[in-house]
């Protein structure tokens, strides 16, 4: 069809063919020679998964496969592309993380005007002890620490390269109204201490680093996936738009945030507040309460598990719209699931200890 329709994808662990009510465990469109892949957790008991292709035209195909962890399905030729990926059910891995804590500025640690090198070193500390407009030079490093216990006005785009931890101890400030600042690459990390202060314009990250908030963090717009971002207890987090990708959240404490965004699957674990004023749209990831609440005007979920557990809640004031492959679980103590309006496509599966 020249890929301008889309093909729907369902996988299910009974036969759908002459069972009334089947859901699917998973789900989603593909167009043209596009490959869905997906991971799914079944019962290690369940010997046989099922698979079914509706094409535009609305004529459907299923085939039937023995479990193992790697399944390949293709309509077209049984034993070519990587199409579906599935493994034995195993205990939700929770978001783990280890904050880093710092209670006071190395005695070693030079004052950064006073830099007599180019650039910044590796497994070297630096501090701006007094408010400082500018930047530094850094190609990226090993083992290096930055520690703000001043006002830092950022006056331009900034990259943090490879290898450095931005510290905002507490009586710290980091400014940056109109521009970027880019966390680049591994070891990169950013946190904020209790009584430290962020307050930034667009905050862009990649694949592996991590950022902290342990004091108050403001944000016009977070985009990209991170490794891990935290937000602990007693911390305050603002921002307008957050295009979370593929990456770890956690949090712990407040977080204010107009619209919440996966542009692919990430795992989100909330234990405290989260309030969306606009929607929140969670696309093929896990997301994971325990005690924690998501509360906004609209919600859209795709190919994601929620699981809810001690009294958790997903509140809407105006509608949920469950797309395809959408898995709620119930754990402990009653969870909660309230909007006036909720759609669903297909697919979907409450668990558990709900209302």
Not at 73 to 98: E, H, I
Not at 132 to 157: C, E, Q, R
Not at 304 to 311: D, I, K, Q
Request: proline letters at 3%; one cysteine or more; aromatic letters at 10%.
């Amino acid at each position: 069809f020249d890929s301008k329709f889309g093909y729907l994808v369902e996988i299910f662990n009974e036969n759908p063919i002459g069972t009334e009510k089947v859901n699917a465990i998973a789900a989603g469109v593909v167009k043209g020679n596009q490959i869905f892949k997906t991971e799914i957790e079944i019962p290690k008991a369940q010997e046989f998964i099922f698979i079914r292709q509706k094409d535009p035209r609305g004529i459907t195909l299923l085939r039937e496969y023995p479990v193992k962890e790697q399944i390949v399905c293709d309509f077209k030729n049984v034993s070519s592309n990587d199409a579906v990926s599935a493994k034995a059910s195993k205990a939700q891995k929770r978001v783990s993380v280890t904050v880093p804590s710092y209670s006071s500025v190395p005695a070693d640690a030079i004052e950064l005007k006073n830099m007599t090198t180019p650039s910044i070193q590796s497994n070297t500390n630096y501090v701006i002890s007094s408010n400082y407009t500018g930047t530094f030079a850094h190609w990226g490093t090993t083992g290096t620490k930055l520690f703000v216990t001043a006002t830092w006005t950022i006056p331009s785009d900034f990259t943090v390269q490879n290898g450095l931890q931005i510290v905002v101890m507490n009586g710290g400030k980091i400014i940056n109204s109109s521009n970027q600042l880019i966390l680049v690459g591994q070891e990169t990390k950013f946190v904020v201490m209790q009584g430290g202060e962020v307050s930034l314009n667009v905050l862009d990250l990649s694949n592996y680093n991590e950022v902290y908030n342990l004091g108050k963090f403001a944000a016009e717009t977070i985009k990209n996936n991170p490794g891990i971002f935290y937000n602990g207890p007693g911390a305050t987090f603002n921002t307008n738009i957050f295009y979370a990708g593929g990456g770890q959240y956690l949090n712990e404490g407040i977080m204010n945030i107009n619209k919440f965004e996966t542009t692919w699957g990430c795992k989100l674990e909330n234990k405290c507040t989260m309030n969306i004023t606009e929607s929140f749209i969670y696309e093929g990831g896990a997301l994971d309460q325990t005690k924690g609440k998501i509360i906004e005007k609209t919600m859209q979920y795709n190919v994601a598990t929620l699981n809810l557990s001690e009294g958790s809640m997903l509140k809407a004031s105006t509608s949920i719209n469950f797309q395809s492959g959408v898995t709620i679980n119930g754990a402990g103590t009653t969870s909660l699931v309230k909007s006036p309006v909720m759609e669903c496509s297909s697919g979907l599966v409450f668990n558990g200890t709900l209302i």
